[in-house]
């Protein structure tokens, strides 16, 4: 009628001026009001439905339903171009969905026909995904426990377990030990935790076996060395003392080899107890160049000397630091002063890089000959030595967060060379280990 509207106004102007009779009134009045029905009709066929149609099919693909399309959709007009669009997108997302429909049942068959457990949390902690292993290890039921908070199942300590840290389980009355692997991934754009398992108890069981078959390895060796003479120099004065040719002579010096063998003993022991009850360090803003000069201080059988570098200040234990330097300087210098070639001669300098500072210790003397035995626990060559220094010194070193090596140099010699964060982290990447499980690269 609004389109007819105009075209009523005009003939009624042009009645009333001729004096149009009632019944032409009428008749006029019907015809607008049939081409109305007729223009009426014609627009709610080409445009109204299609629009309508349109809506539903794009309220559908709102609503993930990816089975409506606009029919009758033809090219040459704007409606219909429109609508040859919108199903070209609904056909895409169709295969989108089924694509990421395939993607997730495959990855929810990969996931439950692994072995290790794996588990997946959202940012508030509650678990969203448990494989059958996950299931079994933990004794939890998928039903009960996916979709509760990590406190409410007891997986409060495993989600807050760094990457690559270790826990302790208990699994049919027994304890095992896992490897916790973690990563992130997103769902609908929210990022969630993904937490994989890793079964090293017969692995970390192994590794203390061997360590402490080298210990006791070890232990047996340095005690049989000592045992043994003590044991032969008292059967002989016991063999003299009764047939009665014993002189104090003999009883002398029997008893000096006695307490010197049971001396050796002891500072076996005592350096043992020093390198498994190191303290934790108790760090301090410390300047490097005064530390060294203190350390080569005290060394007064050989002028070691300082080459140089930047002014540094490191985050660490000074006292734990000059006990590492002092025994790589006594090391250099002890090697330095058996040289055959040339003067005696030990250089100590630093550097900085990408946030570490770089120590070097370098002697002229006849270098690592046996590098068989260099991770051998107390292994020494040298008389009277414990075998500890740099065990003890290693030790020291990785608490801080560092590391230490020992190379041949090709001039002659060893090149000693420590690495040390110039700020100490707050928790260190490589903490202390007891003595006995350690590695240690001597001399």
Not at 58 to 63: D, F, G, N
Not at 151 to 167: H, K, M
Request: charged letters at 20%; proline letters at 5%; glycine letters at 8%.
């Amino acid at each position: 009628m609004c389109i007819a509207l105009p075209g009523l106004l005009v003939c009624c102007g042009l009645l009333v001026s001729q004096h149009a009779s009632t019944s032409l009134w009428l008749t006029l009045l019907g015809v607008i009001v049939f081409v109305s029905l007729i223009v009426f009709g014609l627009l709610l066929e080409h445009v109204v439905r299609p629009l309508q149609t349109l809506t539903n099919v794009v309220s559908a693909l709102r609503e993930d339903d990816y089975a409506f399309r606009a029919r009758g959709s033809t090219t040459g007009d704007v409606l219909g171009e429109l609508a040859i669009e919108i199903n070209a997108l609904a056909d895409m997302l169709q295969d989108q969905r089924a694509g990421a429909l395939e993607a997730s049942a495959l990855l929810r068959r990969v996931v439950g026909s692994i072995d290790a457990p794996v588990l997946a949390f959202d940012p508030a902690g509650v678990l969203r995904l448990m494989n059958p292993a996950a299931e079994s290890v933990l004794a939890l039921s998928p039903d009960e426990s996916v979709g509760q908070p990590a406190a409410q199942i007891g997986l409060t300590r495993l989600l807050e377990e760094p990457d690559e840290g270790v826990v302790e389980l208990e699994q049919d009355g027994r304890s095992t030990r896992w490897m916790v692997h973690r990563s992130t991934f997103r769902q609908r754009g929210v990022p969630h935790a993904l937490l994989l398992l890793t079964d090293v108890s017969a692995a970390l069981r192994e590794e203390e076996r061997q360590a402490w078959r080298r210990l006791i390895r070890v232990l047996g060796h340095e005690i049989n060395n000592s045992l043994a003479p003590i044991k032969s120099i008292a059967g002989t004065l016991r063999t003299q003392l009764i047939s009665g040719v014993a002189t104090d002579e003999d009883l002398d010096r029997g008893l000096h080899i006695v307490e010197s063998r049971a001396e050796s003993l002891h500072r076996f022991v005592q350096a043992y107890r020093q390198l498994a009850q190191l303290p934790p360090p108790r760090l301090q803003k410390t300047s490097l160049a005064p530390l060294l000069e203190r350390t080569l201080a005290l060394e007064q059988r050989l002028h070691a000397e300082i080459v140089g570098g930047p002014e540094v200040t490191l985050t660490v234990d000074p006292d734990q630091m000059e006990q590492m330097l002092i025994n790589l300087v006594r090391n250099a210098v002890e090697a330095a002063l058996t040289t055959r070639t040339g003067k005696p001669r030990v250089q100590v300098g630093w550097q900085v890089d990408a946030g570490n500072v770089i120590i070097g210790i370098e002697d002229n003397g006849p270098g690592i000959a046996n590098d068989s035995n260099l991770f051998v626990p107390f292994y020494t060559t040298k008389s009277g030595g414990s075998g500890v220094g740099l065990a003890l010194a290693r030790q020291i070193v990785e608490a801080h967060a560092g590391s230490v090596r020992l190379t041949n140099r090709k001039a002659g010699g060893v090149r000693a060379v420590v690495t040390l964060p110039v700020v100490m982290p707050v928790t260190p990447a490589h903490t202390q280990t007891p003595a006995h499980t350690q590695t240690v690269e001597q001399r």
